[in-house]
């Protein structure tokens, strides 16, 4: 058989139930092929090969007795390997968000949707790079350093999710969980030419991902097709009562087998195709509307009239929840302390020596927010905004079923091209914002290149807990195209 690290997720899954090969040769693949581009890459900021031999023998044993006693279902994820955002807490597994406030730092629980994944059988390759606490747009912020995109190793794959999203473009495994809080797992899948799911708010626990906004926050996964996808997002949803903002909502089971785009209504919003937009990118993303046209679906333009009002609502609501969530880290309770003579003293040497320039300028903007005298102004009228926000979506949804746009302005920029401009560097994110501030589940997947080879990705979102419809959505195209079966030559 060729390399095992060109199957698909759901190849390798029909390869190990029909016995042609072992969880174990998928995993000493992928350990093979890490090894071989993480010098280049840097997606990983720890692996598990160990843990991850482990799980594959375990596997293995388990698909055996499945294969001579088929009677239990078995997970489609059982035995592939991935890998996992270094924000989510895995037992015992160095989980640093990062950082070097958290350096060293062992979680002594695991997430509950790393958990639901094992629990389904996956393999668990290692902790992917993000940016520290997962600020940022590009996985530059990182202590450790800079992921490298494997389409073109001098540019970034996009952040938080940076590490994950390199991860399974560079072969290295078969999907990754991510995390999206403004655009963190769908802005990497389109820099880095994959699928990425980011989930509605409450769809997925929360429990075990360590926090940078609270209302925000949302787990996804990373693939390298939207029907790759699937059974990640049915082992990972679902209620937790460890976490009391997840939807108590039952989880369907998602048919790719009947998905059909004749008659589905699909919105492109005229504010998503703005000024500054590259050319590339928005041709790209009107030839994917036009295919989802000649396959069935009714297009129309709608109006989502508050989205230019998304990025200044975002950076008041997620550094002021960031604000409240970091203050835990003072060097005393997680992580390494600085030397100092008193506790105070002790404070400001471990936050001022520990956290990075964008996480300290997100505390400080989120402080200034919420301190007496400017909350209502600032932090209050956003929350007043972020409310109008949601009306739009919610609008749109009872017009049309989806709406597709694009996932960044641009393809993939130089690393440092925004090192000295914290807002151009924000701005990265106006397409993806609004679905965060929204609770909307979105999907991005890959529609083109650019002229320097760069893939063009762009995203649909759906009402709140519309997942179904996405991966439906995302399939058909990509049954249709070929662009998310291309993969960097390295």
């Known amino acids: 058989m060729a390399d095992l690290t060109d199957l698909t997720l759901l190849e390798a899954a029909q ?63 059982w035995g592939i390997p991935i890998a996992v955002k270094d924000v989510l807490c895995l037992q015992g597994v160095p989980t640093t968000c990062g950082s070097r406030i958290l350096e060293g730092f062992r979680p002594p629980y695991t997430a509950t949707s790393v958990q639901r994944v094992i629990d389904a059988g ?34 970034v794959p996009g952040g938080s999710s940076g590490g994950s999203a390199a991860a399974v473009a560079a072969r290295m495994c078969f999907a990754a969980l991510g995390t999206d809080t403004g655009g963190s797992v769908r802005q990497p899948a389109s820099f880095c030419g994959v699928t990425g799911l980011k989930t509605s708010y409450g769809r997925v626990s929360r429990y075990g991902l360590i926090a940078y906004g609270s209302s925000l ?9 939207a029907a790759d996808l699937v059974p990640l997002f049915e082992a990972m949803a679902g209620h937790d009562p460890l976490d009391s903002t997840s939807m108590p909502d039952p989880v369907p089971q998602v048919s790719l087998e009947d998905a059909d785009l004749k008659g589905l209504r699909i919105g492109v919003p005229r504010e998503y195709f703005i000024e500054g937009i590259a050319s590339e990118v928005e041709e790209a993303v009107r030839r994917a509307v036009q295919v989802f046209a000649d396959l069935g679906a009714q297009v129309q333009e709608i109006s989502l009239s508050h989205t230019d009002l998304a990025l200044p609502v975002y950076y008041l609501i997620a550094p002021a929840e960031a604000s409240a969530n970091l203050a835990r880290y003072d060097g005393v309770r997680f992580g390494p302390r600085e030397p100092a003579q008193d506790l105070w003293e002790g404070y400001f040497a471990t936050r001022g020596a520990r956290f990075g320039p964008e996480v300290k300028r997100r505390i400080m903007l989120g402080s200034y927010a919420l301190s007496a005298g400017y909350y209502d102004a600032y932090y209050g009228q956003a929350q007043k905004v972020r409310t109008l926000i949601k009306g739009d979506f919610e609008a749109a949804f009872q017009e049309v079923d989806l709406i597709a746009c694009p996932v960044a302005p641009t393809t993939a920029f130089r690393i440092g091209e925004h090192g000295d401009d914290p807002l151009s560097m924000y701005l990265e994110d106006v397409f993806t914002l609004p679905a965060n501030l929204a609770g909307v589940p979105g999907i991005a997947f890959p529609v083109g290149f650019d002229s320097r080879g760069l893939p063009i990705g762009m995203q649909l979102n759906a009402p709140h807990l519309g997942e179904p419809a996405l991966l439906q959505a995302a399939h058909s195209y990509q049954q249709a195209t070929d662009w998310h079966k291309e993969h960097p030559p390295l």
């Open 15 to 77: 390869a190990l139930r029909r016995g042609e090969i072992s969880s174990r040769e998928l995993t000493e693949a992928c350990l093979t092929r890490m090894q071989a581009l993480e010098p280049q890459v840097h997606a990983f900021l720890a692996t598990t090969p160990e843990l991850a031999l482990q799980q594959a023998q375990a596997a293995d044993r388990r698909l055996k007795a499945w294969r001579q006693d088929r009677s239990q279902p078995l997970p489609l994820t």
């Open 122 to 155: 996956a393999v668990i390759l290692g902790k992917t790079n993000t940016d520290e606490f997962a600020m940022g747009s590009s996985t530059e912020n990182s202590a450790y350093g800079p992921t490298h995109n494997p389409w073109d190793l001098e540019r």
């Open 217 to 225: 926050d949302t787990v996804g996964a990373l693939a390298r097709s």
